[in-house]
């Protein structure tokens, strides 16, 4: 199944609803159950996984040695930050007030929703503008050294 890729700007109302984008919500599996596992990004952003997703990222985190500390430092975090949503009848998903707040979010203002392929990213714009304006490597170079080995 096609991934979840382009980008949109929506609002997030009072109550942390958020649309999903329809182009988004018609790449979302059947298996997903219209539903997200939300959790914290590896940067100051919002994941959002359908559940079939985010199901196979959590045995594959099962898997790893639970005695290294960093493994359970990740599933710690990874863990503490999850919640499931469902889409509802308007195509809407409740962002946490937690993850709001990491990812310097507001209620009533705009919100950036990238699709990233196997997830869908949420990211203030001004935060997202930032960590592009941050980033050492040209994407010519990164596509490079990223891609250039196929």
Known sequence: MAGFKGQAENSIDGKG???VPAKMRRALSPDAKETFV???????CVFLYPLNV???I?????EKNQFVAANRDFVRTIAMWADELTLDGQGRVGLPKNLIDFAGLQTGSKA???GAFDRIEV???DVFQAHLN???ES???LAERVMGGI
């Open 54 to 56: 985010w199901e196979e």
């Open 112 to 114: 950036l929703v990238i």
């Open 139 to 141: 994407y010519e170079s």
């Open 38 to 44: 939300a959790t914290r990004g590896i940067e100051r």
């Open 123 to 125: 990211w203030d714009p």
């Open 134 to 136: 941050d980033q050492d």
């Open 58 to 62: 959590e045995e594959a985190v099962r």
């Open 17 to 19: 609803r958020m649309p």
